[in-house]
């Protein structure tokens, strides 16, 4: 059984709110909330970092873009807009090592971000 915090919430074993869930992605609300939307969207195959992407990946990750385009929609942050975020490493403050994509919205952010 995987270690992975990540790959347990994919499979059920941890619970969390989940916003979407299929055989390929799942998402759901950040813990730790740094907006007043803000999901983490992860493939459920265990990939590290961005990284690690392999050639056969490739339609995952735009699947996962996708996914993030409905949940944005459904929770009516398509006027105004939204940010995606992922974070590689050290210097960029990954804490999860299970690739995913935050999305954030229903404030407006800073650029550069900090
Ligand atoms: P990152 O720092 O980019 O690796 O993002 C990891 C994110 O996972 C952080 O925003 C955490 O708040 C979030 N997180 C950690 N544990 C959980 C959990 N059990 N359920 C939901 N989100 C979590
Ligand atoms: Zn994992």
Redesign the pocket.
């Known amino acids: 059984m995987s270690e992975c915090?990540f790959c347990k919430?994919a499979n059920g074993e941890?619970p969390?709110k989940l916003t979407f869930d299929d055989d390929r992605v799942t998402a759901?609300?950040?813990?730790?909330p740094?907006a007043p939307v803000h999901i983490?969207i992860i493939p459920n195959k265990h990939i590290p970092t961005i990284l690690d992407l392999s050639h056969e990946d490739q339609e995952l990750v735009g699947y996962m873009h996708m996914v993030a385009n409905q949940i944005a929609i459904e929770k009516s942050l398509a006027e105004n807009g939204f940010r995606l975020v992922t974070?590689c490493k050290k210097s960029a403050?990954?804490?999860?090592f299970h690739l995913?994509i935050?999305l954030l919205g229903g404030r407006d952010f800073l650029w550069p971000p900090g």
């Open positions: 915090l919430i941890i969390a759901f609300e950040d813990i730790n740094q983490v974070n403050g990954q804490t999860v995913h935050h």
